[in-house]
């Protein structure tokens, strides 16, 4: 579904992603991880259309999006869920929503609009209780679920997801790795950075490693779990130490 070939991308003169390929399938969970600074964000914007100073072929079903604008790119099938939420705080939970879905309306989906909020609302219950209440008044945790659902509310054929665990309490943690799974089971196709690996590796079918700018690692999950030295060597964390 989704293809990066050979991508290079810069901030100025910064030399951020360097000679970076990876693939994502349809239906996969694939979670990129790495420390702060690896380029994890950097590759997932690129995606999306946000850095256009870059070289090498991104290619979604086959088509090459690179150069295409962001609105251009989720009319396509390609949404991301940013770090740090991004929520429009004086808008109302409902409207946030709404939000997500400005450019169906001009292909007529009122009604799979409608239907896909209903979707949501059982997702987060939470939010059609606070549905009428300014955004900016949620808590950490329901603002991530806004910020996922505003996401969904485009109908995307490839979520992008961007650190969704960030400053929450751990029960939240847990409520929103069981909601990634969930969208799995809805057939979901997803592409996961989280700074959480434990997390991502439970719920992910394969994994890439980025360090400096490039992918110095790719596994299926489970493997990159299950080893201890891989663990230790790229992610600077002990066996014990990643699993709590």
């Known amino acids: 579904m989704l293809r990066l070939k050979s991508i290079n991308a810069y901030y100025d003169q910064a030399h951020v992603l360097k000679n970076v390929s990876l693939h994502v399938s349809p239906k996969e969970i694939v979670a990129l991880l790495g420390a702060n600074g690896a380029g994890k964000s950097t590759l997932l914007n690129l995606v999306s259309g946000l850095v256009k100073k870059m070289d090498g072929e991104v290619l979604f079903e086959k088509e090459k999006i690179a150069r295409l604008g962001p609105h251009k790119i989720v009319r396509r ?4 869920v940013p770090e740090g939420r991004q929520i429009f705080n004086p808008l109302t939970v409902l409207d946030n929503l709404k939000l997500g879905s400005y450019h169906r309306f001009s292909r007529g989906e009122k009604k799979t609009i409608a239907r896909d909020l209903d979707n949501i609302f059982s997702l987060f219950p939470i939010l059609h209780e606070r549905r009428h209440m ?3 008044n949620l808590s950490g945790g ?10 969904l509310m485009s109908s995307p054929k490839l979520l992008l997801m961007d650190e969704p665990s960030m400053g929450l309490a751990p029960k939240i943690v847990n409520e929103i790795m069981k909601v990634i799974n969930k969208l799995r089971d809805w057939g979901a196709t997803i592409l996961l950075v989280e700074q959480n690996a434990a997390k991502a590796l439970k719920i992910a079918d394969r994994a890439y490693v980025m360090e400096t700018g490039k992918v110095v690692l790719q596994e299926d999950a489970s493997t990159l779990l299950g080893n201890p030295e891989i663990v230790r060597a790229y992610l600077g964390k002990s066996k014990k130490e990643i699993w709590e």
């Not at 329901?142 to 996401?151: F, H, N, P, T, V």
């Open 77 to 80: 099938g390609i949404s991301q």
């Open 134 to 136: 300014p955004a900016g």
């Open 142 to 151: 329901e603002a991530q679920m806004l910020s996922i659902g505003r996401a």
